[in-house]
């Protein structure tokens, strides 16, 4: 067994994929790199044969028809040999310093009979154009230098969440909460890191800034005139979250207001951007996922509507959504995303 397998999805990743896998190399044969070629029709399949010959007891191919980036995910969970488990994005590297301890964390893990469930670390939005880097951190909310559970931790801030960048999972934990994302959609990682969570009882955060998390391609996901033209594949992630964890199953006071907080924001990203687009058709969809809400769980509706946020976003009119967008925009300078 592999001590930790790195799924590293790739469509028309010629550019810019060898210097992800650069960084994920000096873990050598303690980790498998599964470079998913999804599809690509520029020279992603080429490079990731050649690293496959190269490096035969590290890297693996894994072909497929495009499926998107959840499938590409589901893949290398299917093909996954190692203990642990992590997803880092063709454009995307690791930092070798923090990934050497992050190894010799997981070495001491696997001797044990009781590994934790989820390791959380930093990461850096490498913003493009940026003046200075913002690092995701949660020394303020998390417990350092010890295994610990839901209990232990402290409130997550409304900039502060678990992100698919931050967290390495055990790999057997994602199979058997059966985990599968969905195909030819975008922004899945919300659920990656949202349906497991209920799942998870041992924790450990290592106060290392591991993953860069590139910003600044103009046919990025997460560009936001992108998000937009594909909202309805966001709403749908978002419809997932709701749909998949039963908030009201869920007996830790301190996960559950975790996982309330995170579906919180994500509804609130879907909401703003359908305001942001300025259509017609998108100011009903906002309405409609609300609807949506509010008739299967009239209790989390509530929650979700009238607190901070959701009064922001329903603020009435032209004024209150110029507010809405412009108390979004703030938070983008703030926290840095795009």
């Excluded at 001491?108 to 493009?128: H, Q, R, T, W």
């Excluded at 994602?174 to 949202?194: A, I, M, Q, S, W």
């Amino acid at each position: 067994m592999k001590l930790l397998s790195v799924v590293i999805p790739c469509y028309n990743s010629q550019e810019y994929m060898r210097v992800c896998i650069e960084s994920l190399l000096p873990g050598r044969e303690d980790v498998e790199l599964l470079i998913v070629n999804d599809g690509s029709a520029d020279a992603t399949a080429e490079i990731a044969d050649d690293y496959a010959r190269r490096f035969p007891a590290i890297v693996k191919v894994i072909h497929q028809q495009n499926g998107g980036h959840g499938e590409a995910v589901n893949a290398g969970l299917r093909h996954a040999t190692g203990l642990f488990f992590k997803v880092v994005d063709s454009d995307d590297w690791v930092d070798m310093r923090a990934y050497d301890k992050v190894l010799r964390l997981l070495r001491s893990f696997a001797e044990e009979n009781n590994p934790v469930d989820m390791l959380i670390s930093n990461f850096v939005y490498e913003k493009e154009g940026a003046k200075y880097k913002k690092v995701m951190k949660y020394e303020n909310v998390l417990p350092e230098n010890k295994v610990f559970h839901w209990d232990d931790t402290e409130y997550f801030g409304k900039g502060q969440y678990l992100m698919m960048h931050s967290i390495i999972y055990r790999t057997q934990l994602l199979r058997d909460c059966g985990l599968e994302l969905p195909k030819h959609t975008f922004y899945v990682d919300n659920l990656y890191v949202y349906k497991p969570l209920e799942h998870v009882k041992r924790i450990y955060y290592l106060n290392v800034d591991l993953y860069r998390y590139y910003i600044g391609r103009e046919d990025q996901s997460v560009n936001e005139s992108v998000m937009i033209r594909r909202i309805d594949q966001q709403i749908k992630v978002n419809k997932l979250m709701i749909e998949q964890v039963q908030l009201e199953r869920i007996d830790n006071p301190k996960l559950k207001r975790y996982l309330l907080h995170h579906l919180e924001i994500v509804t609130v990203i879907s909401a703003i951007l359908l305001i942001r687009s300025g259509t017609k058709e998108n100011l009903q969809k906002k309405k409609d996922l609300w609807r949506y809400l509010r008739d299967r769980d009239s209790e989390l509706y509530h929650k979700l509507r009238y607190g901070l946020l959701g009064n922001l976003i329903h603020l009435p009119g032209r004024f209150g959504r110029s507010i809405s967008v412009g108390a979004y925009k703030v938070s983008q300078k703030i926290i840095g995303f795009n």
